[in-house]
């Protein structure tokens, strides 16, 4: 082959590549490293070719003690390829430990920055982002260790802190127990081990499976579905059910509060009362007449009562007037002190929560909302909702939205995150998938417990954190 054919082959190659659709360019591989923490936790980066200087630290959810922990950089792999495509290093731990983990996702969080600092310099900006128990990791990591982050999104998140977060888990079942199984003895806190934790999670299941029989047990259950603010359509395998069609919401509500009894407030308990050296919630001084009467779905117990020709108000009696539960103050003390906040942000956090989530109730939102006013930051913390049924049920753009709007925040020192505004932001990430943003406000959280003010929910006789 002579010269001349070398040259006109060459020019023929590089008119061939310069002609092909930005599709059909294969954008450089983004460089993966993957390691082992001195704590025994791994982690995992993603690091662009033509990064954009930006590093998204990712804390991913709850994970049961025996399921498999990998580290992980991102909330979905579709999130995450389009992230890298577009410039972002994306890295995450797996945390040392499983379960409520908070005292080795932190450090480890932590190190794995520090190891992405080491190997590729410091990044222009640095941002915090998790969902669901991965979003009070993220919480954590905001309040307190500021200078380390530009922001954080907090994606359905555990915002209400540990503390809150059990006692509301303690409601539900406190009510089961007492208007169904009241002579049963069923234990609902002070595991020994997680055997006893399942048996005590079987014999209350199976009283509420009885009870889904009979038009009583149905208002029943929904009254304590009621009080952790479960909704009537949290699952999108279930049917949807009409604004007055309150046996079809009870029934969606009996799946969930089903699963509440099997794994939160039973074996996801005992770990963390493991941890905690003891047990950290209590419903002594708690006003259930109260509490029922401010949930989102009270207009749902009310006429199932009607229906099923109870009185309420003798239920509401007897829950009040029963033997309650006591927390131990020391467990209370380290729960709060790992995991409950100030609010006390000093930069700017985003969080997005889903309306029909029958696991972390979008309620959680307005107990962070109250804490960051009492701390005097309330101008830093913006909420979005999606109108969604389910835990996390962020599509991809909406959750690509949801970064643009806080690094739009960042860039600006103001908030944009108007429904429309989200929606349309989601719409340039990718037009083709419908956003569901809406103008939405939560109800209140049911027993709110936070470090930026006295606590009106501490357990009588327990020390203030």
């Known amino acids: 082959m002579n010269s001349r054919t070398l040259v006109l082959l060459a020019a ?51 994970r049961t003690v025996g399921d498999p922990n990998p580290a992980q950089n991102a909330p979905t792999p579709d999130v995450q390829q389009r992230l890298v495509d577009a410039g972002y290093a994306l890295i995450g731990s797996s945390y040392a430990s499983s379960g409520w983990a908070v005292t080795d996702a932190v450090p480890d969080q932590l190190a794995t920055l520090d190891v992405f600092t080491r190997r590729f310099g410091e990044a222009r900006r640095t941002i915090a982002w998790g969902r669901s128990y991965g979003g009070l990791v993220t919480t954590a990591l905001a309040e307190r260790h500021a200078d380390r982050f530009d922001g954080s999104l907090s994606m359905c ?53 009885d009870a889904q029989r009979t038009p009583e047990g149905r208002a029943r259950i929904a009254l304590a579905a009621a009080l952790h603010n479960i909704p009537g359509y949290s699952d999108a395998a279930q049917p949807v059910p009409g604004p007055t069609d309150w046996d079809t919401q009870q029934a969606n509500q009996y799946a969930a509060v089903t699963g509440l009894i099997l794994s939160p407030a039973s074996v996801r308990r005992q770990e963390a009362e493991s941890r905690a050296g003891g047990n950290f919630s209590w419903n002594t001084g708690v006003d259930y007449t109260r509490m029922l009467r401010e949930s989102s779905v009270y207009k749902e117990v009310t006429e199932l009562y009607k229906k099923a020709g109870l009185s309420l108000r003798d239920d509401l009696k007897t829950l009040n007037k029963a033997p309650r539960i006591s927390a131990d103050p020391a467990a209370v003390k380290w729960m709060s002190r790992t995991s409950s906040f100030t609010g006390r942000l000093t930069d700017p956090q985003l969080n997005i929560h889903t309306t029909g989530d029958g696991l972390v109730p979008v309620q959680v939102e307005s107990a962070y909302r109250r804490a960051a006013n009492a701390a005097g930051a309330g101008k830093l913390l913006s909420q979005a909702y999606v109108d969604a049924p389910g835990h996390c049920t962020f599509n991809t753009p909406e959750t690509i939205a949801a970064l643009h709007t806080l690094e739009h925040r960042l860039d600006t020192g103001r908030w944009d995150t108007s429904a429309s505004v989200l929606n349309s932001r989601a719409a340039q990430a990718d037009s083709a998938t419908p956003s569901r943003y809406v103008t939405y406000r939560p109800t209140q959280y049911p027993r709110p417990y936070d470090l930026a003010r006295n606590h009106a929910s501490t357990p009588p006789g327990a020390a203030r954190p």
């Open 12 to 62: 023929a190659l590089v008119t061939t590549l310069t002609t092909l659709s930005p599709s059909a360019q294969a954008a450089a591989p983004a460089e993966r490293v993957e390691g082992t923490l001195p704590s025994g936790a791994t982690y995992l980066m993603d690091m662009p070719a033509d990064w954009n200087g930006t590093v998204l630290l990712f804390s991913h959810g709850y």
């Open 157 to 209: 998140g555990l915002v209400q802190g540990g503390v809150a977060n059990w006692n509301s888990t303690l409601d539900p079942v406190f009510a089961l127990r007492t208007l169904l199984a009241p002579d049963s003895g069923i234990q609902l806190t002070g595991f020994a081990d997680q055997a006893a934790a399942k048996s005590a999670a079987s014999a209350l299941s199976a009283k509420v499976t």
